[in-house]
């Protein structure tokens, strides 16, 4: 005796392309409408300034080392003519992002304060992080069509575990003397989450939103094959005509993209390491600092 779950799955599918279009509809123009914005401005951000922007980010967050790094960088994709495939990359990479946070924040602090919750949800995460990621385009297509919006909705699905996971965790790591001293000051239960918990959770909950964003990069440019655009356009052109130098060109820029927002976002859950630090700049040694104070 076999058991085909397959058909069950079409069955299912099926089911839902005709009774649920007006919502799938629904859901296609809001995604759409954040993704397609996001992507308007980024495109019509002159170069130089869109480079400027992500410079000075890096020397405000990271270091002057790494700031000239970005740059240096960033030139190298606008002179392999990447600069805008590179915008629509990113594009697709923040409205998924932020997709995943306005959904997996929530659900994350949901089953930090129940346990049922997690017991719930766990399983669910389990299945969206181990489920191959060419899974998705399947019914992302059948439900979306192709372009941007199914690009952005199956990386949604596939990059939005760790955001989960990790505010949870962090919510639950929170000091047992903190809950308790908020509470003996007489926190209602909104208080105690946003002024004790999620301030001490932030360094987990960052953490979660970091992986979530290499996790939609990983997946917009395996997204790319049901027309969502961008750099993974560049990689799959590479990939059809066997041509090793445009598939490494569109790699590099990948790369590149990558350790941008890694090490940003990163630098987000700390107090900020770079403060405009220049290789000339010393700070005050503490002796000499405290017989200035005396």
Same mark, same amino acid.
């Given at each position: ?10 069955? *299912? ?20 409408? *954040? ?33 000239? &790094? ?18 629509? $990359? ?22 930090? #304060? ?6 719930v949800v766990r ?9 191959? =990621? ?13 372009? =941007? ?13 760790? *955001? ?20 003996? &000051? ?19 909950i960052m953490a979660?939103?970091?992986? $979530? ?24 052109? +590479? ?6 130098? $445009?598939? &490494?060109? +569109? ?6 993209? =990558?350790?941008?927002?890694? #090490?940003? $976002? ?26 200035a104070t005396a």
């Open positions: 005796m076999t058991f085909d779950l397959g058909d069950g799955v079409d069955a *299912v599918v099926n089911y839902i392309l005709d009774n649920f279009a007006p919502l799938l509809d629904a859901v296609a123009a809001g995604i759409g409408t *954040v993704t397609n914005g996001i992507q308007a401005s980024l495109l019509a951000m002159p170069m130089l300034v869109g480079l400027a922007i992500l410079v000075l980010l890096s020397l405000w967050r990271v270091g002057f080392g790494f700031a000239v &790094f970005t740059g240096l960088s960033l030139w190298l994709v606008e002179h392999m003519g990447l600069w805008s495939a590179m915008m629509e $990359t990113l594009s697709l990479v923040l409205a998924s992002t932020l997709v995943a946070g306005v959904i997996g924040l929530p659900l994350g602090i949901a089953m930090a #304060r129940s346990d049922r919750v997690a017991a399983p669910v995460l389990d299945l969206m992080q181990t489920m191959p =990621a060419f899974v998705y385009l399947i019914p992302a297509a059948m439900f979306f069509g192709l372009g =941007a919006v199914p690009g952005t909705i199956a990386t949604v699905i596939f990059s939005m575990p760790p *955001v989960v996971r990790l505010t949870n965790l962090g919510i639950r790591q929170v000091h047992a003397e903190f809950v308790e001293a908020g509470n003996a &000051f007489g926190c209602t239960a909104s208080q105690l989450l946003f002024k004790v918990q999620l301030p001490n959770a932030m360094p987990s979660g939103i970091n992986q $979530t964003i290499m996790l939609s990069l990983s997946m917009v440019v395996i997204a790319s094959m049901i027309g969502a655009g961008g750099l993974g356009n560049t990689v799959l052109t +590479g990939i059809q005509r066997l041509d090793v130098g $445009t598939g &490494f060109e +569109g790699g590099i820029a990948v790369v590149i993209l =990558a350790v941008i927002l890694d #090490r940003i $976002t990163q630098s987000l859950g700390k107090e900020r390491a770079g403060v405009w630090r220049l290789p000339f700049r010393r700070t005050a040694r503490p002796e000499a600092a405290s017989t």
